[in-house]
């Protein structure tokens, strides 16, 4: 299960929301070794696409540069599908490179806005599993 507060939870919905029609990404970091995502960390849709997004080589370098100076992994990737449901599309499988990382998918696509726009998954090995979300004030 992805445990996260309202804030991060707010704050990666409003990058989706900002970012579309283009495709929004990022991470949310925690101290390495807690599986707590603590801080948001919102990157550039290199890619500058609607149908797929890539974290520009320059930022993730700078990135995972930061994260070893704090201490930090990524917790949480991110990232919207603007035209279809909140599911990891076969690039975002053969992408995930992160096996301790949650996967989170937040579609802007023009839908009823079901419980599906905002999700949660691990991917390991090409295998996806959906994992429940749990959205609290403060841990």
């Known amino acids: 299960m992805l445990t996260l507060t309202q804030d991060l939870y707010d704050r990666i919905v ?31 849709n290199a890619a500058r696409s609607p149908t797929f997004y890539e974290f520009d080589s320059q930022d993730l370098l700078k990135l995972y540069r930061d994260l070893d100076d704090r201490d930090e992994e ?11 449901e909140a ?13 301790g990382a949650h996967y989170v998918l937040v579609s802007t696509a023009d ?21 429940d ?3 609290v004030e403060a841990y």
Do not use: N, W
């Open 74 to 84: 990524p917790v949480i990737v991110y990232h919207s599908h603007t035209a279809t």
């Open 133 to 135: 979300v749990k959205v």
């Open 14 to 44: 409003a990058h989706a929301r900002e970012d579309h029609p283009d495709e929004a990404c990022g991470v949310v970091a925690g101290p390495a070794g807690s599986g707590r995502p603590e801080r948001f960390i919102p990157m550039l």
């Open 87 to 99: 599911y990891p599309s076969r690039t975002d499988i053969s992408y995930a490179g992160e096996p």
């Open 111 to 131: 839908t009823d806005g079901g419980e599906f726009q905002f999700r949660s998954f691990r991917i390991v090995d090409g295998a996806v599993t959906e994992e």
